[in-house]
């Protein structure tokens, strides 16, 4: 396969990017997009002496197992998140499902909660202080009864599980025109409140969750679910309309608690 | 040198680990909060270890080279996790688990190490149930279990086909809360370049920022590594693009011991190499190996149609499949460990009844899919069977899948004493990374056991041993001779390989190297192959650092150095594995010495020459390494032939 490719290029958090276009051919179709990229990337090396242009240098992206499992890697890819296909991280795109000849589109995730850090690479480490805000149950390491002595409803072990596969990649907050992030946050809240262990604190953790995502910048819902479309792992939107409702029993409880303590 | 002193406690194997811990050192709080530890991985090993060190109240620093903790390794792993809990009332047991690691390691493992293995596991499983881990459950709310390669029960906990990614969130949820407590404090996007010794004691790590290529000094009063284990030396493997041996590379050349190197573990089902631009192998989890049915075809000529594509697996009658598994391995059939599976399909391909290129046997369904419907097979396996459809384009419920066998992971790493300590005092390796547990073949849904055994229940009680006579060393400034030291020589070494301005790429002679390893040192080897391989690789090492080409600036983000840097460690740790190899004239797990096996083509173990870890010391730049052998001694377990039929 022969094809154009447009990537954003940008050197640092600090300058402006541009979009750079590229030429490559001889790819395989049953080949990963980035097997696609690292043979271009393979290129721009043979191809270029120093002192060379940055645009010249190798893309930067970010990629780790290369199986659809560790999240790192999301590419904006004519359009969508991790490009044309369902259910799928951008490592696991196979070129298969482009044409010969084709022009692709390559960006980085784009939300101010997420800036770039170079190239196609973009800082997510909102979503680790997401999690540091309690998405957890505070449990220390020993001391923990039986696994045996929780039993938990096979149907809410099912449905934690779905919300529990989030990979935490971006997709969700890349797909939504609002940069939303409640489908991430909203798995993990699901997660855990569907769960005996986690109900102990969930009205906490979702306060907590939620406003830290507020804080960081990302943007509310407006109920499009472009983000469950996107989804890699295919996260339930119901997850979102659960994260409501916690959030609402947790505001009007707390509320009836703080009552109670007054003494009214 | 030093003498190797494993400090394997006295007495009976099942009480060594209760009476240590009734009778180990300990740190009081006042004192835990002057102690500083690094942990560097955040995988399972790391993460959980980093988070119960924080509980206790240490300060810790942790590392890691992606963006999240939540990104490491670990997570990629599908089927499971053992536990001794015997809920299915299978006649399971500490001791049957026990039994079962140490024979599946083919008897190279320390009997001591492996039964606090064996008898922590249960308390993994309480632990991350309480964390919320999502495992599979029976309908009655109990958990639900499965079997796995290499044992007659069903002792594996699972959560679908992500099992690792679901304990490795666990782990990095506890991590989290201590990061927001401010008692754990995350450096990510590092690369450890050093180990810091000062006094003869590992004080602390050079790392690489890698968004702004600065090279930073850390301190610790210990220094943990958590990195997992080195396939990617052959650059086609399982492991994650990143997985690098580095930290362990650079611990060994500051004096820590190399154990077993050649202990590689080659895992049976896989999804086949397609092409040249492929950058590194899907597994299939082993536990597609309860349901499905390894053969391939009876007929050369039926082989070689298929190969050509004139004939479909489906077409093929059943008398004219061989199940080799089944056949030679009547008690075990498909269940068979790891190395016997890949080697059997091996010998099948060689022989010239491969499919597919030519390097694939069939990994079929369709008779779990009468027996218990497709819907059954889609609960258990879905997400497998999907991931199969993405990477291949075909549909494995409908066709039998294609698999070959693929590098995927590590038996041997540094050597460590029973309290995980490396022989470099202060410095302790943990999970895949160290080279204690599984001996030279590992078990299916054991890695996981042990990256969280060695960080949730082991490390949290042996480091206090050596902690309780720190605690009147006070923390040392990192402008010291010893750090600024080590400093030089790393940003020298990044230095050097930007001016060496050749022409071939990273990537190269990553390749290079990774076709020498498979070829001479994979799943079968012998004594020519392997000293062809260390001919061949000084000389790849000679290439690498005249004509290596690095494109970029070291001053910002740029993975050609990372990948250099690591690529240039490969180069050296192969020629170890390749050394141990020819070392260690025995066939024993997955170490197959083509000279020795017996004429079934089993392999052939020699108690009597090599019933001891191979641990290398580090003695200079062109200067052969030492073995020292620690001498295996086994009190409880007779030694015996592995026997799967």
Known sequence: ?264 | MTQLNSKVPTGPVPLMWSNYKATCKLVNPANKRKLDIIVVGTGLAGASAAASLAELGYNVKIFCYQDSPRRAHSIAAQGGINAAKNYQNDGDSVYRLFVDTIKGGDYRARESNVYRLAEVSNAIIDQCVAQGVPFAREYGGLLDNRSFGGAQVSRTFYARGQTGQQLLLGAYSALSRQIAKGTVTLYNRRDMLDVVLVDGKARGIIVRNLITGEIEKYFGHAVVLGTGGYGNAYYLSTNAMGSNASPIWKAYKKGAFFANPCFTQIHPTCIPVHGDYQSKLTLMSESLRNDGRIWVPKKLEDAEKCRNKQLKANDIPEEDRDYYLERRYPAFGNLVPRDVASRAAKERCDAGYGVGSGFAVYLDFADSIKRLGRETIEARYGNLFQMYEKIVNENGYESPMMIYPAVHYTMGGIWVDYNLMTSIPGLYALGECNFSDHGANRLGASALMQGLADGYFVLPYTIADYLAGEIHTKRIPTDTAEFNEAEKNAKNTVEKLKAIKGKQSVDVFHKKLGKIMWEYCGMGRNEEGLKKALELIPQLKKEFWQDLKLPGGTDEFNPEIEKAGRVADFIELSELIVRDGLNRRESCGGHFREEMQTEEGEAKRDDENFAYVAAWEYKGENAEPELHKEQLEFKEIKLATRNYK
């Open chain 1, 1 to 264: 396969m022969d094809l154009t490719l447009k990537i954003w290029r940008q050197k640092n958090a600090k300058t402006k990017g541009e979009f750079v276009t590229y030429q490559i051919s001889g790819i395989s179709p049953d080949c990963s997009f980035l097997e696609m990229l690292d043979q271009m990337n393979e290129k721009l090396i043979r191809e270029n002496d120093e002192p060379v242009d940055f645009r010249k240098c190798p893309v930067s992206f970010d990629h780790d197992c290369r199986e659809g499992i560790c999240g790192m890697c999301g590419l904006f890819i004519n359009g969508r998140p991790h490009g044309p296909d369902e259910a799928i991280t951008t490592c696991q795109l196979h070129m298969r499902k482009f044409k010969d000849g084709d022009t692709i589109v390559i960006e980085p995730w784009r939300s101010r909660a997420f800036p770039i850090i170079k190239d196609l690479l973009v800082d997510r480490s909102a979503f680790d202080k997401i999690i540091q805000a309690g998405g957890y149950v505070n449990v220390n390491t020993g001391g923990v009864p039986d696994a045996n002595s929780i039993l938990i409803k096979k149907n809410n072990a099912e449905l934690a599980m779905d919300a529990a596969a989030c990979i935490g990649c971006g997709a969700c907050v890349a797909a939504c025109a609002n940069a939303s992030a409640m489908l991430f946050v909203s798995a993990k809240v699901s997660q855990l409140a569907l769960l005996p262990q986690g109900k102990v604190e969930s009205k906490e953790r979702v306060q907590k969750m939620v406003r830290t995502m507020d804080k960081l910048g990302f943007g509310n819902c407006s109920n499009t679910y472009a983000c469950e479309f996107e989804c890699p792992k295919s996260v339930n939107r119901s997850n979102i309309a659960r994260m409501n409702l916690e959030f609402i029993i947790a505001k009007t409880c707390t509320e009836k608690e703080t009552v109670r303590i007054a003494g009214v």
